[in-house]
């Protein structure tokens, strides 16, 4: 039953977002609602997948293909998704409107600087990369000891990534209600810090089931 249930979860979810944001009566618990359903389905399917391959054996060679497709086009939705981003901060960039303006950034705005936290982040970022190849590696070669210590610095950077972009976000001289700057910058940046978080849960049941 898990598409289903996703399903009106999803439903539950983006329908209670709208009507709790504009203040109507009940959409904070259909919100809510909404959340818990989409945690359980998580939590139940996955399980079901891992009882299925660990005790089970039932991915033969075409699931574990059907899988891995899946996966492939769930990367290439998201590069369609975070390409109408960028498409949004290119065009308001490179052809910036008379209403903001006319440059880039917007005259109001005062601009993080990209060589302070962001840099850093990059820098966290790639060097998780590097630390959970290694851990994938370790894994295929049958190191376990070396893959618990790969996925162990690969979840410090991850955590720290996200307390400096919280921090980034606390001290941000402008919001998301900005113009298109804000806007942009913070739906870019804050779908790009929910992905990481999503990925830090992911890797961090990994590394429970690898202990």
Not at 14 to 23: A, I, W
Not at 185 to 203: Q, R, S
Request: hydrophobic share 55%.
């Amino acid at each position: 039953p898990w598409p289903l249930v996703a399903a009106l979860g999803g439903l539950s979810l983006t329908f209670g977002g709208v009507l709790f944001m504009h203040n109507y009566e009940g959409g904070g618990e259909l919100l809510c609602l909404g959340v818990i359903t989409i945690l359980y389905v998580m939590f139940t399917w996955w399980r079901d997948i891992i009882r299925e391959a660990l005790f089970e054996g039932q991915h033969t060679i075409a699931v574990q293909q059907g899988l891995r497709m899946g996966m492939i086009l769930f990367i290439v939705s998201e590069v369609m998704f975070f390409f109408a981003f960028f498409w949004a901060f290119f065009t308001s960039s490179i052809s910036p409107v008379f209403n903001i303006g006319g440059v880039w950034p917007p005259t109001h705005i005062v601009a993080i600087s990209p060589w302070g936290l962001p840099f850093v982040n990059t820098i966290l970022l790639l060097s998780s990369g590097a630390s959970v190849t290694w851990a994938h590696h370790a894994i295929v070669a049958g190191f376990k000891k070396e893959a618990m210590l790969g996925l162990y610095v690969t979840l410090i950077f991850a955590v720290s990534f996200t307390a400096m972009q919280a921090f980034e976000y606390s001290a941000a001289p402008f919001s998301m209600s900005d113009g298109v700057y804000g806007s942009v910058f913070y739906m870019a940046t804050g779908f790009h810090g929910f992905h990481v978080i999503i990925g830090t849960i992911f890797l961090a049941i990994c590394t429970v089931r690898l202990y």
